[in-house]
């Protein structure tokens, strides 16, 4: 299977030029910005962009990524100082597969973020392959700018889980499918096809969920949490997920309504839940409607589109209203 970003990169071991083993997951390099130079031989395009690596490197360097160079060769045969960062050995060419970088007459360029999931793929010729791969390590870098925490909730937030062209696929079904209205209440499993359900919890009228029954729908979602998004849950939480409801595309429109306070997702009749996850669809077509977790101050959240937001079902928390536009948002409840 090709590896696409979002996905979370297969791990890497391999032998440096001195024949000692380096590890991408290890404690010593996780947790910065990766970039994986896949190399498959001394072309002409290759030495190109390697010596334009060369003479960008402190430019690179600035950002406080990792470079590695990946060559299937072994290391007594490598040149001593031809190229500008660690070169590490893959003579069978297993990593290259793994990667999906074993084109032969192709230079690939990987960057991982530093929870090791794939940001960039650069396969762009060398007149431009490293301008790619920089502008790709640069927005990552300027999502790390530290910054002193106050009180903050116990929450979870993974990029990338879905692509914009998978949001505007959601928003697609939203709009297309599951025209039918069914009575408020725990869902219907009996129904072959997409439905449509308000949503009056505490008097508020401004809620419709779309409950996602099509398979087509539902096996592409479930791929993509399983991949993407609950192994970074088991890491975070060490929980392992499951199960999980059927999920809903919800859509936020017009005046609440009702009353203004937070609530939790574990009482009854839903005990059995343990994490919510929300992931806006289409944050640039609405105002408000941040998350908030009034027991630990008053933060707004506001994920990106195709950002999972995850955080235990026991926190009180509160959607708040949409003051402008239509908000749409993938939900689950995982247990």
Not at 144 to 153: D, G
């Amino acid at each position: 299977m090709s590896l696409s970003i979002g996905d979370i990169a297969p791990a890497c071991v391999l032998p440096d030029r001195h024949g000692s083993l380096v590890e991408l997951r290890g404690d010593a390099i996780a947790g910065n910005v990766i970039v994986i130079v896949f190399c498959p031989g001394y072309t002409t395009a290759v030495t190109q962009v390697l010596e334009d690596y060369r003479t960008r490197l402190r430019e690179l360097g600035s950002t406080g990524a990792r470079f590695f160079c990946i060559m299937q060769t072994r290391s007594e045969s490598l040149a001593g100082g031809d190229i500008p960062f660690p070169v590490l050995c893959d003579v069978d060419g297993k990593v290259f597969r793994t990667f999906d970088a074993d084109a032969r007459d192709q230079l690939t360029t990987i960057v991982l973020r530093p929870n090791h999931h794939v940001a960039a793929i650069v396969r762009s010729g060398p007149k431009v392959h490293v301008a790619d791969a920089l502008a790709a390590v640069e927005r990552l870098a300027a999502e790390r700018k530290p910054i002193s925490m106050a009180l903050h909730p116990p929450v979870l937030m993974v990029p990338d889980v879905l692509t914009p062209k998978e949001c505007l696929r959601l928003i697609e079904v939203y709009e297309t499918r599951g025209k039918a209205f069914v009575r408020p209440g725990p869902g219907i499993d009996y129904i072959g096809t997409d439905y449509k359900m308000r949503i009056p919890e505490y008097g508020r009228r401004d809620r419709i969920d779309h409950w996602i029954v099509e398979e087509d729908t539902k096996a592409f979602l479930c791929s993509r949490l399983q991949n993407r998004l609950f192994p970074e849950i088991a890491k975070a939480f060490h929980y392992n997920i499951t199960a999980w409801e059927r999920m809903r595309v919800g859509c936020y429109e017009g005046e609440r309504g009702g009353e203004l306070h937070g609530h939790r997702d574990n009482v009854e009749p839903t005990p059995y839940r343990r994490f919510a996850m929300s992931m806006n669809l289409n944050v640039q077509e609405f105002s408000g409607g941040e998350l908030r977790f009034p027991e630990f101050g008053d933060q707004r959240y506001r994920p990106n589109n195709g950002t999972a937001f995850v955080f235990s079902s026991a926190l009180l928390h509160e959607a708040l209203h949409v003051t402008a536009g239509r908000r749409l948002v993938l939900l689950a409840f995982l247990f």
